[in-house]
T-cell receptor
Framework: DAKTTQPPSMDCAEGRAANLPCNHS???????VYWYRQIHSQGPQYIIH???NNETNEMASLIITEDRKSSTLILPHATLRDTAVYYC????????????????FGTGTRLQVTL | NAGVTQTPKFQVLKTGQSMTLQCAQD?????MSWYRQDPGMGLRLIHY???????DQGEVPNGYNVSRSTTEDFPLRLLSAAPSQTSVYFC??????????????FGQGTRLTVV
């Protein structure tokens, strides 16, 4: 799986958009970009994933550059409850081959949302 | 919805002892995995399974055994506990594929201390 690079920490004021960058310059054509977050010491929570098109769900938006070498997770209106470590993961997903979809976690970005 | 349930939540072992960490999911997911997380680090894959009767090693398998006799359960066995195995252990499950509803769900973790 391709390696990702994220800033170790970021701050964001409550109510503002939080933009979390991720560099994955060695990504290959069959690798997806996934985002998870881990609040305090809980189990990681899935946020969103995409291949090459921008994606949006009720939690966040994912913007992937045209060359797919980087992406940005956007939390449109950050709240104190969004304070967490955010992991950007790039992985190959094999369909119908019996190969597990394994997640390779880096150290992530620690997002601190403040009043 | 129970999701992924891990037991116990906390455990203290003496060096050399063996024990089994339990993981159960009620979502009929084919894929299940075990990760460990050391302080300040991301999660690292120990073992994974693509279905009942099929398991494989992840990044850090030494000192651990797994089996998958049913779809629901994926226990992790520590054969002879060592202080280096002090960590937080997370179990995850998912469906295969890349579309919607294929994200990994994580349990709340088992905090293991080996003295």
């Amino acid at each position: 799986d391709a390696k990702t690079t994220q800033p170790p920490s970021m701050d964001c004021a409550e109510g503002r958009a939080a933009n979390l960058p991720c560099n994955h310059s060695t990504i290959s054509g069959n690798e997806y970009v996934y985002w998870y977050r881990q609040i305090h010491s809980q189990g990681p929570q899935y946020i969103i994933h995409g291949l090459k098109n921008n994606e949006t769900n009720e939690m966040a938006s994912l913007i992937i550059t045209e060359d797919r070498k980087s992406s940005t997770l956007i939390l449109p209106h950050a709240t104190l409850r969004d304070t967490a470590v955010y992991y950007c993961i790039v992985r190959v997903v094999f369909i119908n081959t019996g190969t597990a979809s394994k997640l390779t976690f880096g150290t992530g970005t620690r997002l601190q949302v403040t009043l | 919805n129970a999701g992924v349930t891990q037991t116990p939540k906390f455990q203290v072992l003496k060096t050399g002892q063996s024990m089994t960490l339990q993981c159960a999911q009620d979502m009929n997911h084919e894929y299940m995995s075990w990760y460990r997380q050391d302080p300040g680090m991301g999660l690292r894959l120990i073992h994974y399974s693509v279905g009942a009767g099929i398991t494989d090693q992840g990044e850090v398998p030494n000192g651990y055994n797994v089996s998958r006799s049913t779809t629901e359960d994926f226990p992790l066995r520590l054969l002879s506990a060592a202080p280096s195995q002090t960590s937080v252990y997370f179990c995850a499950s998912s469906k295969p594929g890349t579309g919607a509803n294929t994200e990994a769900f994580f349990g709340q973790g088992t905090r293991l201390t080996v003295v």
